[in-house]
């Protein structure tokens, strides 16, 4: 099993419409969560941050985590064809000071195409 | 000038070489880590560094090393070049505990 896992893509949405985002992860001590965005050839930027259970709200993005159920998600609201781009989760272990610890991994990335 | 620095920002270079790529950061980060990037496949760790003296392997070491040559500079070396590393390679920067990672501008390395 993949350390992170992203739903499968691409994913095409038309403008103005809610993209979905979501990825699990195996690794129970997992501590910290990321969305990246990546355009194509440039390197991944942050987009969210969320360390809890529950919602983050940002502007038209909010992400949501489930450490329970090992599940985190992004969603983007009243998307823009600005808005097409990988986005990349990323979960950083805490790995009870072993060798993991810190350690930033990645998923495969989801393409997200919105269209006019 | 970018915080986090790659070096070279593309190369191609013949099966069987040496070669280092270079990364360098002024953001004062202890946490530097080694990326590849492959269609399909998201970004893949080689390697990661706490401090000068902490370099661990990650999911995709093998044909490739890495020095810490001091807290601001982690380098990458493919000993000896394959084609199937022919990729786009990314250097990443973090603070310690729950923090984001800050990424370089990256290398797109080619071996033929």
């Known amino acids: 099993q993949k350390e992170v896992e992203q739903n499968s893509g691409p994913l095409s949405v038309p403008e103005g419409a809610i993209a979905s985002l979501n990825c699990t992860y195996s690794?129970?001590?997992?501590?910290?969560f990321f969305w990246y965005r990546q355009y194509s050839g440039k390197s991944p930027e942050l987009i969210m941050s969320?360390?809890?259970?529950g919602d983050k709200e940002d502007g038209r993005f909010t992400a949501q985590l489930n450490k329970a159920s090992q599940y985190v998600s992004l969603l983007i609201r009243d998307s823009q064809p600005s808005d097409s781009a990988t986005y990349l989760c990323?979960?950083?272990?805490?790995?009870?000071?072993?060798?993991?610890?810190?350690?930033?991994?990645f998923g495969q990335g989801t393409i997200l195409t919105v269209h006019p | 000038d970018a915080d986090v620095t790659q070096t070279p920002r593309n190369r191609i270079t013949k099966t069987g070489k040496r070669i280092m790529l270079e990364c360098s950061q002024t953001?004062?980060?202890?946490?530097m880590y080694w990326y590849r990037q492959d269609p399909g496949l998201g970004l893949r760790l080689i390697y990661y560094?706490?401090?000068?003296?902490?370099?661990n392997k990650g999911e995709i070491s093998d044909g490739y090393s890495v020095s810490r040559q001091a807290q601001a500079k982690f380098s990458l070396s493919l000993e000896s070049a394959i084609p199937n590393q022919t990729a786009l390679y990314f250097c990443?920067?973090?603070?310690?505990?729950?923090?984001?990672?800050?990424f370089g501008q990256g290398t797109r390395l080619t071996v033929v």
């Open positions: 990443a920067t973090s603070l310690k505990g729950n923090t984001e990672a800050f």
């Open positions: 690794d129970r001590v997992s501590q910290s």
């Open positions: 969320i360390y809890s259970n």
């Open positions: 990323a979960v950083k272990s805490s790995g009870a000071g072993g060798t993991s610890y810190g350690k930033l991994t």
């Open positions: 953001k004062g980060h202890d946490r």
């Open positions: 560094s706490f401090d000068v003296k902490d370099i």
